[in-house]
Structures are given as structure tokens and as C-alpha cells.
């Protein structure tokens, strides 16, 4: 029996990347998607093709869920459970940007209430139903390959990096930050690993609308390493994980930004 990941936000972007990553390890996976049903399958086809360049036999399984929503939350658990029995990596990825970047003179309650919801509670409370279902397994398990659960939260640099016109995005992902800490204190004596992978300038489909602006400052130095960030950076600082190459580290921030976070005179 394979080991199992569940990826939020799998369909397009850096969660591809990281599905994409774990089907070369051998992991079995359900891709979590809001509303791209086609692109999320196209990833769950291309995941299998990738396992199986791998050497790997391996499933992937889509299921539509909006993390925001508790009964939704629960209902991602819950295919997990019927579809593949269980869960030894949760990559919470999900996440959105403000529909309208607003100076936060201008910025309207509606669009913080969202962000708040979808990049902070969605994944906060989805932690919380995996977890506990971490645990229980721990307990009563007898699993064929080796149980190390694990959870990844993908953050962002704007949770240190000031914004002005998306203060609703720089203080969820501020907010998310402190999950890792939280959970990776509390699951430790669970045998349950926590960790943050905090992505620089990462080149998606967020990204897009800001491309010249950013080729402009990476040209301009931004980061050390003088380049865009991939989707496939972020999936093997997540491989690297999920393969156990950290077992005496967890509550701990990767940064995957090109050195965007080193402080240089």
C-alpha cells in the first residue's frame, strides 16, 4: 500500500507542482480543487504518467472542496477516508489573493473577511480534522509502509513582507504562519512532523497579472538568486519531507524564495 498525500489547491500552480513531485515518490493522492474540475483532473492523469515514469504504481483522485466551508472541510476527509483509507501527508496549499488590489485606505471588510476565510480558517480547522485522524492512526494502524505523518503548510512571504495594496493578503498569510508552531508543538508527542514552506516570487497564474513588475525588480536584484521562482521548486522542498529527510526538525520555516529573505547591505 502506497502512502497517501492530500494536496488543497492541487489542480493548477504550485500545488501541481507538489502533486507532481510526490507521484514520482510513490504517493497515492487526492488533488483538492474550488472550481478548475478539468484542470484537476488533467493534474491527476499527468500525476499518474509521472508515477509511472517513476517506477511507481500510484492513484490520484480528485475532490472538489472549498476549504473555507467547515462542510466541505469534512467532506475532503471524508472521500480521503472511502477512497484511499488513509492520510500520512496534508500539503495545505490552498490559497487566494485579493480579487482587487486596494490601497488599505480603500480596502473593503468583504475581500479580508475571504482571505481570512479561504487562507487562514480553511486551512487552521482542516489541520485540526486531519490531525486528529493522524493520531487515530498512529493508534490503530498496522500500516505496510512506513507511518511518519506529516503536515506542510505553503505560506508566503508576505507573511513578513509589507504590501500596501494587499494588507488583507499580508496579514493572512502573517496569520497562517503561526499554524506550524501551533500544531507542531501540540503533535510532537503524536509523532506528527509540522512544517512551513514559504515561497518568494513564484511563477503562476496569481503572478501573471504582475509578471512585468517583477521580471523588472528580479532584474533589479530582488532576490540572490536571480531568477523566478517554479511551482517545482515548491514540490521538491515538499519531496524533501515527505521523503523523511528532516526527522529531528519540526516547527520549522523552509523558505523557497531565492534568498528573497536574507537582510543584505
Known sequence: MNAVALITGASRGIGRGIALECATLGYDLVINFARHALAAQQTATDCVSAGRAAGKAIRAEICQA????????????????????????????AGVAPEVRADILDASEESFDRLIAINVKGPYFLTQLAA????????????????????????????????????DYCVSKAALAMLTPLYAARLAEHGINVYEIRPGVIRTDMTAPVKEKYDTLIAGGLTPINRWGTPEDIGKAVAAIAQDLLPFSTGEVINVDGGFHLRRL
Do not use: C, H
Not at 472541510?73 to 492520510?87: A, D, G, N, P
Open 66 to 93: 472549498d476549504i473555507a466551508s467547515s462542510a466541505d472541510r469534512r467532506k475532503l476527509i471524508q472521500f480521503t477516508k472511502e477512497k484511499l483509507t488513509r492520510l500520512d501527508l496534508l500539503v495545505n496549499n
Open 132 to 167: 486528529n485522524w493522524m493520531i487515530e492512526q498512529r493508534k490503530t494502524v498496522a500500516a505496510p509502509v512506513p507511518f511518519r505523518p506529516k503536515i506542510i503548510t505553503i505560506s508566503s512571504v508576505s507573511a513578513y513582507a509589507a504590501s500596501v495594496n494587499r494588507g
